[in-house]
């Protein structure tokens, strides 16, 4: 994630909070003061009293319960419309508009302040910079950023401003300190941030969600500046889970990106808002990938469905048809002033347009069909996306299911010898017991001894369990892609060992030689241990397997053999698995390191084993090759650049 895509998430999931505070701004929940209004309105008249009641009660719920609170709005303003009470009217609408926009529905949330606006102009002209601070707000959440800060421009040279509130004062140096960081203008977006700052000692106990935007727009400065200390200092004065979320995903943080971004996750679901459910759940899916690739899934389909609602093309088409009609309603009494010159024109050039409209049509037949043909297209590529995605997850939890094996045959042994031996202990005891009981001293020593003896063998195989774990746990723990000081020998002995025992385990009748023969000279070297020794495992598994095969065919005095070595060549280590089975046809064998390909039988290989264990090899500057012979076997050999720690 870098700076600049930070940036301008940071700048739209913040539009929510600015508008919360300047404008439609929540009332803080509280159940039975909700109870109240609602048992109130029941018995009310349709009154000036009602209106502001709707609208107590749908700020109140606007963060909890959006829907009801939607409703609650429009039936305020169609109640105050009905009783010409226009500014309890346009306070209800001014709610709609900022609940519609926050819930991803920018076009009808346009129509109502189109409203909003006309109402206001004529009968309660001091709620106009509250109608400007929504429209900046709807056109920037859009993506329309040079329209919407047009908003913000026009309340600040309205004459009216000097006399506004100061926090209705704010919320425009708000809005253009935003505008400006997201424009990368940093000199400008902190001259109005500094300009809101004396505000929010004033007013932070009368409008709590002021001190919250000011922290998020320093924090995301300090961000743009690099300074991360500074950043999480103003995001957690804020709060802001998402800020958080992607500081910690940029230092690395797992741990802490995951419970933030959940965090930002239920925001979003309360608020009905996308883009917040779409970027936290964005940081989920990245991170859970990681370690647990079920949760990934879990999240990037959070994440492929809100992206879906956001840039619904229905919705874009439905505000632009809006955009065109507010240009047209701005432009009509200029048209009556020049209608009869404009018909002259129009009358000179029909033939023209005549023409113009039939070539039109024709692009337009023309755009049709390319859009058709793209979309097949587009439905064949995210099919084969899919296909492909689904193949790496299998390739994935095939390894996994081989590593586990391994582990278990591991493990298994120690606990064998500590189950037998606490068994014995037991017996011992027994008979220790009934010894004391005649009194015969000596004889219950004597079996004390060898408890302690089994105790002590307890404690050896205990010990040899808990390395195994603990070195499992160091092997997990490497897997955050950055290269660290490994031994190579060891890392390869290592998989050597799990790669066999996982296939015992699923084979009882399967058996090789295995043969190693490690450089001692080596040392240690710069890798990420975790894919190399995916590397390794993969390309011994597929030796195991070649072994396996030519085992069944019956060959006379055949004695199955796989061949771990590695050796110091110069700056490069070299690292060799060999087997003696049947090799690959010399046809296809520059084939094999190519996606998807496989002489597997159907079900048993998907055919990136090896090619992803090309590219991994690839992205530390290495090599892998293969030579193989028809019956004599096949020798893969990586080749590494010796970065020693």
């Not at 999240?299 to 919705?315: G, P, Q």
């Not at 081989?402 to 202990?425: D, K, R, W």
């Not at 084979?507 to 090789?512: G, I, L, R, V």
Request: glycine content about 6%; proline content about 3%.
């Amino acid at each position: 994630m870098t700076i600049n895509n930070f940036k301008l998430i940071v700048f739209l999931i913040s539009l929510v909070l600015i508008a919360k505070s300047g404008y439609a701004q929540p009332i803080q929940y509280n159940q039975d003061s909700a109870d109240r209004i609602i048992a109130n309105l029941i018995v009310l008249p349709d009154d000036t009293t009602k209106v502001n009641q709707l609208y107590k009660l749908a700020s109140m719920y606007m963060s909890y319960k959006p829907d009801s609170a939607l409703r609650l709005s429009m039936h305020g303003d169609s109640l105050g419309g009905k009783i010409k009470y226009y500014k309890g009217q346009v306070d209800n609408l001014h709610t709609a508009a900022f609940i519609l926009a926050t819930m991803g529905e920018p076009a009808k949330a346009t129509m109502i302040m189109k409203k909003a606006i006309s109402i206001a102009e004529k009968h309660v002209p001091d709620k106009m910079n509250y109608s400007y601070g929504i429209m900046f707000y709807i056109y920037a959440f859009n993506g329309d950023m040079e329209s919407a800060v047009k908003w913000s421009q026009k309340s600040l040279n309205s004459p009216a401003f000097p006399r506004l509130p100061e926090v209705d004062k704010w919320v425009v140096y708000f809005q253009l300190g935003m505008y400006y960081n997201r424009k990368q203008k940093l000199d400008s977006a902190q001259y109005y941030a500094d300009l809101a700052l004396p505000l929010v000692a004033k007013n932070q106990e009368a409008v709590p969600g002021l001190a919250t935007d000011t922290y998020m727009l320093f924090g995301d400065l300090a961000f743009a500046h690099k300074n991360i200390p500074e950043a999480l200092k103003y995001f957690y004065k804020a709060p802001y889970p998402l800020g958080l979320a992607f500081l910690y995903q940029s230092m690395g943080r797992s741990d802490s990106a995951i419970f933030y971004a959940i965090k930002a996750k239920e925001a979003g679901e309360r608020q009905k808002s996308p883009q917040l459910k779409m970027m936290s759940a964005k940081i989920l899916a990245q991170e859970f990938e990681k370690s647990d690739p079920v949760e990934s899934n879990k999240y990037l389909k959070i994440y492929i469905e809100a992206s879906d609602t956001l840039n619904s093309a229905e919705k874009r088409k439905q505000l632009e048809m809006i955009t065109l009609t507010e240009q047209q309603l701005g432009f009509e009494q200029q048209e009556k002033e020049t209608a009869f010159r404009n018909r002259i024109i129009q009358m000179t050039f029909i033939g023209i347009l005549f023409f113009l409209a039939l070539f039109s049509l024709q692009q337009w037949r023309n755009n049709r069909f390319k859009q058709k043909a793209n979309l097949k297209l587009e439905t064949s590529y995210a099919a084969l996306k899919a296909t492909q995605a689904q193949l790496i997850q299998s390739e994935k939890m095939a390894s996994l299911g081989e590593l586990t094996a391994g582990i278990a045959h591991e493990i298994q042994n120690p606990l064998n010898f500590v189950n037998n031996f606490s068994e014995v202990s037991s017996e011992l005891i027994a008979e220790m017991n009934v010894e004391l009981n005649k009194g015969d001293i000596e004889e219950a020593k004597a079996i004390s001894a060898d408890i302690k003896q089994n105790l002590e063998k307890i404690n050896h195989h205990g010990k040899r369990a808990d390395a195994i774990v603990k070195g499992m746990l160091q092997h997990s723990q490497s897997s955050s892609g950055v290269k660290e000081s490994t031994d190579l020998n060891a890392l390869a002995d290592e998989y050597l060992r799990l790669a066999y025992h996982g296939l015992k385990a699923k084979d009882k009748s399967f058996s090789t030689t295995l043969k190693t023969d490690f450089d001692q000279t080596i040392g240690n070297i710069n890798i990420i241990p975790h894919d190399i020794g995916r590397v390794i495992l993969n390309l011994i598994s597929n030796a195991f397997y070649a072994v396996n095969e030519k085992s069944k065919q019956g060959i006379t005095d055949y004695e199955p053999t796989v061949s771990v070595s590695t050796k110091k060549e110069g700056n490069k280590v070299l690292i060799f698995v060999e087997d003696n089975g049947n090799g690959i046809p010399e046809k296809i064998l520059n084939k094999i390191f190519q996606p998807f390909f496989t002489t597997k039988p159907t079900g048993q290989g998907t055919g990136l084993g090896l090619s992803l264990s090309y590219d991994i090899v690839k992205a530390h500057s290495g090599d892998i090759k293969v030579k193989s012979e028809m019956e004599s076997g096949s020798t893969f050999c990586i080749s590494l650049l010796n970065h020693t720690a």
